[in-house]
């Protein structure tokens, strides 16, 4: 038996977002996805751990990333390999926690929709035929955890810590996948990120954005499948 993967979805997101993955990845290995409920990562992360395998991969999105750095800096035995998709691993700049605490103000106004389209703006997403049909599931899913969860998930973002130090220190092998046409986690980070990390790879897909996962599944599912065949990375 293969070792399982834990999934982390990103703000406001369920299983749905990575099912692709997990039915092609889910062959001869078990499944598993964490959506938490609290305001920090740190919390978010040690309920994660307590739910998750002894061993396994973990593949986090968005703030799902952030809650699996954390993980990386708590317990790195825990992970036999570690996949991270549009991932920032620094702390929220004031001028971007400053607009989130405005969408916050408009969630418990009554305009979560207006939040969520907001976080993740129709210019972030690739120019597709798909682009309208995946932000009506970024808005189904957010209705599905509702106000509360969008204000928590929303301030463990706005909080997250630092993680360089993690990043500089970690030895779990590491695949970084961006999308090319990201608005929300701008290239440049993840290259920033995978240049601290000496056992790490960058996987950037041209005709995805900030949910390659749904905008380009099989090739998020290939190099996943290929990160986790291949014996080492050293560079």
């Known amino acids: 038996m293969k070792e399982p993967i834990l999934f982390l979805p ?7 977002v990575f099912l692709p993955q997990m039915v092609t990845l889910g062959t001869g290995r078990g499944v598993q996805v964490f959506t938490g409920d609290a305001d920090t990562v740190e919390k978010l992360s040690e309920a994660a751990l307590a739910a998750a395998p002894p061993r396994c991969t973990v593949v986090g999105h968005g703030l799902g990333g952030n809650i699996a750095l954390d993980i990386l800096r708590r317990a790195p035995e825990r992970l036999a390999r570690l996949v991270l998709i549009a991932t920032d691993p620094l702390s929220e700049p004031p001028q971007i926690a400053a607009a989130r605490e405005a969408r916050m103000v408009a969630a418990r106004a009554g305009r979560l929709k207006q939040a969520i389209a907001e976080d993740v703006p129709e210019a972030a997403l690739a120019d597709t035929p798909d ?4 932000q009506l599931l970024l808005r189904d899913m957010a209705y599905g955890l509702g106000e509360g969860g ?4 929303s301030r463990a973002l706005q909080r997250r810590p630092d993680q360089q130090k993690t990043l ?7 695949l970084f996948i961006a999308g090319a046409l990201d608005t929300v986690v701008p290239l440049r980070r ?34 996943i499948e290929a ?3 291949d014996p080492m990375i050293l560079r």
């Open 168 to 174: 500089r220190r970690a030895e779990v092998p590491t």
């Open 131 to 134: 682009r309208a049909a995946l």
């Open 10 to 16: 990103g703000l406001m997101q369920d299983a749905r």
């Open 190 to 223: 993840q290259e920033f990120a995978r240049d601290l990390m000496p056992r790490s790879v960058l996987k950037v897909l041209p005709e995805a954005g900030h949910l390659p996962m749904l905008e380009s599944p099989e090739a998020v599912s290939s190099a």
């Open 227 to 229: 990160f986790l065949g």
């Open 150 to 153: 969008y204000l928590r998930q």
